[in-house]
Nanobody, 127 residues
Framework: QVQLVESGGGLVQTGGSLSLSCAAS????????MGWFRQAPGKEREFVSA????????RYTDSVKGRFTISRDNAKNTVYLQMNSLKPEETAVYYC????????????????????WGRGTQVTVSS
């Protein structure tokens, strides 16, 4: 079992920045690919970004490329999402997720790829 706790959400103006963190506990963090998803009111949960078990590979949904950066610190059992130039339509609850994938080069992007989920952190971008 892996427990995930997100933090860093809040209210920011259009064009602003936020840095999300996700602290993991319970199993060997470095065996897991980590992903960030988001869910806006009335919409499906969607993929945002992911990073492989060792940080060697990352992927992003097209709409955030060049603005968001995912990273991880395996010594601290934490994954981060730096979000810049935020837009109002990115208002959502942001979720961290873990996928047991040691040795897998490319992290998954489907919700079903991930085994464990945090409770989410609210990000609100005001216009």
């Amino acid at each position: 079992q892996v427990q995930l706790v997100e933090s860093g959400g809040g209210l920011v103006q259009t064009g602003g920045s936020l840095s999300l963190s996700c602290a993991a506990s319970g199993r060997t963090f470095s065996y897991y690919a980590m992903g960030w998803f988001r869910q806006a009111p009335g919409k499906e949960r969607e993929f945002v970004s992911a990073i492989s078990y060792n940080g060697g590979s990352t992927r992003y949904t097209d709409s955030v490329k060049g603005r968001f950066t995912i990273s991880r610190d395996n010594a601290k059992n934490t994954v981060y999402l730096q979000m810049n130039s935020l837009k109002p339509e990115e208002t959502a609850v942001y979720y961290c997720a873990a996928d047991y994938a040691p040795g897998t080069v490319v992290p998954g992007f489907r919700r079903t790829d991930y085994d464990y989920w945090g409770r989410g952190t609210q990000v609100t971008v005001s216009s």
